[in-house]
Structures are given as C-alpha cells and as structure tokens.
C-alpha cells in the first residue's frame, strides 16, 4: 500500500471530537497510528472517545469553548505540548439548530455562529504560525452542503458554514507560500446525534431527505471520517483549495 495515504506518525488536532464525525475521525485516526489532540466543550464525551482510541500514539485532550479566543489559545498549546506540533488541523465541531431565521433569537443566531465559524477561526489563529514556521502540514475544514446549495430552516448555520468556504479558499491561497494546504469537505445528512434527534422530532422528514440521496442512505460518521482522513495525510498533498461535497449524490455541484 501507498504509504502517503497512512496516518501513522502523523500529529492531528481535531476539533468536536466528542461525539459524531468527530468521535469517528480521532478513532480511525488513532487506529491507524496517529497521535491526536481532541478538542469538544463536552467534557464528558471527550472522555468516552478518549477511552474508546487504539493504537500505539499520543491521545491527549481538553475541553474548550472554541467560541472563547484565550480558552482556545490555551487548550491549543496544552495539545501542542503534548503531541510535540501538529501536523493537520481538523475543524470537525459543529452544531445546528433548524427553524426559520427571522424567528430564532439572536443569542442562537450568535451560538450558530461561535460554533461553526469562530471556532475554525480561533483553531486556525492558534495552530497556522506552527504550521508556517515548519513549511509544512495542512488544514482540513468542514463545512456543509447547507453552505453550498441553501437549506430551508438553517439559513444562519448555512451563512456560517459558507463562510467557512471562502475561510478554506483565501487560507489555501495565503498559506500556500509555506507548503501549508487547506481543504474543505461538506458533508450531506449524517446520522450524527443532531440528525438522530431530528429523526427523533420529525421522522418523516428524514424518510423523504433519504429517498432523495441518490444512494438511498444518510451517511455514517465514518464515510465523512474517511474523506477527512484522506485530505489529513501525504497522499492529499497537492490538493488545496478544495471543498469537496460528501453527499451521497444528494447535491452535484459543478
């Protein structure tokens, strides 16, 4: 096997690493012989994942509100410490809350907006200067396709998630001078805990987004998990700029 497409050795940061694609990514990742810094505000699912990682590398943890600036700058050198740097930084947290905009309050508006764009941010500020002192590593985002093509009921989710889609691209072109990648990856309806709550709330809304997906089936956490790994290792290395739709066909986009 090609030995670039192996996460061996690698030092990886991972953020929402407590649950969903998070949980999913830092397992694989571990398993194939990473050494991973997980970073959730859930404490306690922090644990579990910790507690569920194999393999022979680093596992180290914090839990950290992202949206918090010095909270995350501390956490961010806690796991730095402890994996020596990083290698790949993957933006996984994420959160949603669907419903029409003009009638959510503004405190969601802005939880909406802490989550899926100023903890990217946040990460990136914290980790880019390591990355561009060694020339070298890279940047995995996750956006959304609710970014790409627009979702009825998450509106301020999607302006978030499509921020983090020209975050990617103006990242990539800036940080391309020191071999630095950055890409994107959107993921379609996953059965997260946030999906299997929205199953929970209104199952025959999920049975028709299905019956949509040209492959007839929501993804795993562990579909997404692989693509993320794909763009974290040596084998994505001439790849930047990208964002790429992991949808199961729900949405081509040219």
């Given at each position: 096997?090609?030995?670039?497409?192996?996460?061996?050795?690698?030092?990886?940061?991972?953020?929402?690493?407590?649950?969903?694609?998070?949980?999913?990514?830092?397992?694989?990742?571990?398993?194939?012989?990473?050494?991973?810094?997980?970073?959730?505000?859930?404490?306690?699912?922090?644990?579990?994942?910790i507690s569920s990682l194999t393999g022979d590398g680093t596992?180290?943890?914090?839990?950290?509100?992202?949206?918090d600036w010095p909270a995350t700058e501390a956490a961010v050198?806690?796991?730095?410490?402890?994996?020596?740097?990083?290698?790949?930084?993957?933006?996984?947290?994420?959160?949603?809350?669907?419903?029409?905009?003009?009638?959510?309050?503004?405190?969601?508006?802005?939880?909406?907006?802490?989550?899926?764009?100023?903890?990217?941010?946040?990460?990136?500020?914290?980790?880019?200067?390591?990355?561009?002192?060694?020339?070298?590593?890279?940047?995995?985002?996750?956006?959304?396709?609710?970014?790409?093509?627009?979702?009825?009921?998450?509106?301020?989710?999607?302006?978030?998630?499509?921020?983090?889609?020209?975050?990617?691209?103006?990242?990539?072109?800036?940080?391309?001078?020191?071999?630095?990648?950055?890409?994107?990856?959107?993921?379609?309806?996953?059965?997260?805990?946030?999906?299997?709550?929205?199953?929970?709330?209104?199952?025959?809304?999920?049975?028709?987004?299905?019956?949509?997906?040209?492959?007839?089936?929501?993804?795993?956490?562990?579909d997404q998990a692989r693509v993320i790994a794909f763009f974290?290792?040596?084998?994505?290395?001439?790849?930047?700029?990208?964002?790429?739709?992991?949808?199961?066909?729900?949405?081509?986009?040219?």
């Amino acid at each position: 096997m090609d030995q670039s497409f192996s996460l061996t050795g690698r030092r990886i940061l991972i953020t929402g690493a407590a649950s969903g694609m998070g949980r999913s990514f830092a397992e694989l990742a571990a398993a194939d012989g990473a050494h991973v810094g997980l970073l959730d505000l859930n404490g306690d699912g922090l644990a579990e994942t910790i507690s569920s990682l194999t393999g022979d590398g680093t596992h180290a943890s914090a839990a950290v509100d992202l949206s918090d600036w010095p909270a995350t700058e501390a956490a961010v050198a806690a796991l730095r410490e402890a994996l020596g740097g990083f290698d790949a930084i993957c933006n996984i947290a994420g959160w949603d809350a669907p419903g029409r905009f003009w009638e959510q309050p503004y405190d969601m508006w802005q939880r909406l907006i802490d989550v899926n764009l100023w903890s990217c941010l946040h990460v990136c500020r914290a980790t880019v200067p390591d990355l561009v002192e060694q020339e070298s590593g890279t940047i995995v985002n996750v956006a959304s396709d609710a970014g790409r093509v627009g979702s009825k009921g998450e509106t301020v989710y999607a302006a978030a998630k499509g921020g983090i889609m020209a975050f990617t691209k103006s990242a990539a072109r800036e940080l391309a001078p020191f071999k630095v990648t950055v890409n994107c990856i959107c993921p379609g309806p996953t059965w997260t805990p946030l999906l299997e709550q929205e199953q929970a709330d209104n199952p025959k809304l999920i049975e028709k987004l299905v019956r949509a997906i040209p492959l007839r089936r929501a993804a795993d956490p562990i579909d997404q998990a692989r693509v993320i790994a794909f763009f974290a290792s040596e084998a994505a290395g001439y790849c930047t700029g990208q964002v790429l739709s992991v949808s199961g066909g729900l949405t081509m986009v040219g």
